[in-house]
């Protein structure tokens, strides 16, 4: 038959690689073997979507969140609420408030006189180890790191 028409496909490679302009710092010899290209720049399509890929990787990492389910009693389907959204305990009650149309009582809230516990529920949280305990009994960073849920209960 006849000799075979390729040769090593690296030795052709590194023997051509000196008339090829190097970028700086690349290997061209490694880049041709993978199948890369050789040229130096990249085309302004990719360039343009490189940069909008980087864009939305940082708006991704700008807006932090951490969503928890929080349940109530009596009502079969629980609702996720974005605990970064909000400054403390505070704010976190407020809009529980007016998501569940309830008063709800946490450990703060319990010492004030002259509130009607009939009419209340309570606010409580699974840690990581699954215990339940009050809301704002820790500090809220604390309390960041380590809810994995929240249950409004009936007084």
């Avoid at 008339?19 to 085309?43: E, V």
């Avoid at 939305?56 to 932090?64: D, L, M, V």
């Avoid at 349940?71 to 389907?77: A, T, V, W």
């Avoid at 959204?85 to 004030?112: C, P, Q």
Wanted: glycine share 6%.
């Amino acid at each position: 038959m006849g000799r075979r028409a390729s040769s090593s496909s690296s030795s052709s490679i590194e023997s051509s690689n000196h008339h090829f302009p190097r970028s700086s710092g690349s290997d061209l010899s490694t880049d041709l073997r993978l199948g890369l290209s050789i040229a130096a720049s990249t085309p302004p399509e990719q360039s343009w979507l490189r940069q909008q890929a980087v864009a939305e990787e940082e708006n991704e990492c700008n807006s932090a969140s951490f969503f928890v389910k929080v349940y109530m009693d009596g009502i079969p389907i629980g609702r996720k609420l974005n605990l970064l959204a909000h400054d403390g305990y505070h704010d976190m009650i407020r809009t529980l408030d007016h998501m569940f149309k309830t008063n709800i009582l946490w450990s703060e809230a319990a010492d004030v006189e002259g509130i009607q516990y009939e009419n209340c529920h309570v606010l409580t949280y699974e840690d990581r180890e699954g215990d339940w305990m009050m809301v704002g009994d820790v500090p809220w960073e604390m309390f960041l790191s380590c809810v994995r849920r929240l249950k409004i209960t009936k007084c």
